[in-house]
């Protein structure tokens, strides 16, 4: 008798458990949700646009000089957000995977920016309490067709003394 109830408790358990954790379409929606938010955060100069990164959390811009930790990432855009707007990104297409337990997201997006189509990818924790982005990596989207050209003007760049970058 004592199994039957311990198995029983232990059936109920896991199909509680179970049945809170979200579907990955319901987590899906969401992330959208908050990608989009963070996004449009940056577009109108919120601070709430820092507030959605982790503390420890990682950005990488398209700049190779450009990865901050979220706090400096603050402090390098504060000039933007001072001036009450930044950059304004659109998501294309967005695609969203996650792990069985729905505690990390990563993504991969393309948008429309004022740079042109970039692509970015994103790494995002689920803390129980909400959504953090733990790392965001974005790039300027390169046709193949241009690429010997981009690459060229880079290398140009580069070759410049120090004083005219």
Request: net charge positive; hydrophobic share 45%.
């Amino acid at each position: 008798m004592k199994k039957l109830i311990v198995s029983a408790f232990l059936c109920l358990f896991a199909f509680a458990a179970v049945a809170a954790t979200p579907s990955a379409a319901e987590t899906r929606q969401k992330v959208n949700a908050f990608v989009d938010e963070w996004h449009d955060d940056a577009a109108h100069a919120r601070l709430a646009y820092f507030d959605k990164m982790a503390k420890d959390g990682i950005y990488i811009g398209t700049d190779k000089t450009e990865l901050w930790t979220r706090d400096e990432f603050k402090a390098w855009a504060k000039r933007f957000f001072d001036r009450k707007k930044a950059w304004a990104f659109t998501a294309i297409k967005r695609n969203v995977y996650m792990s069985e337990d729905r505690k990390f997201i990563w993504f991969d997006e393309l948008l429309n920016t004022q740079m042109g189509i970039c692509q970015a990818s994103g790494v995002i924790r689920n803390t129980g309490k909400g959504f953090e982005i733990q790392h965001y990596q974005l790039s300027i989207a390169v046709p193949n067709d241009v690429a010997d050209k981009v690459t060229q003007l880079i290398k140009e760049h580069e070759a410049q003394p120090a004083t005219k970058k």
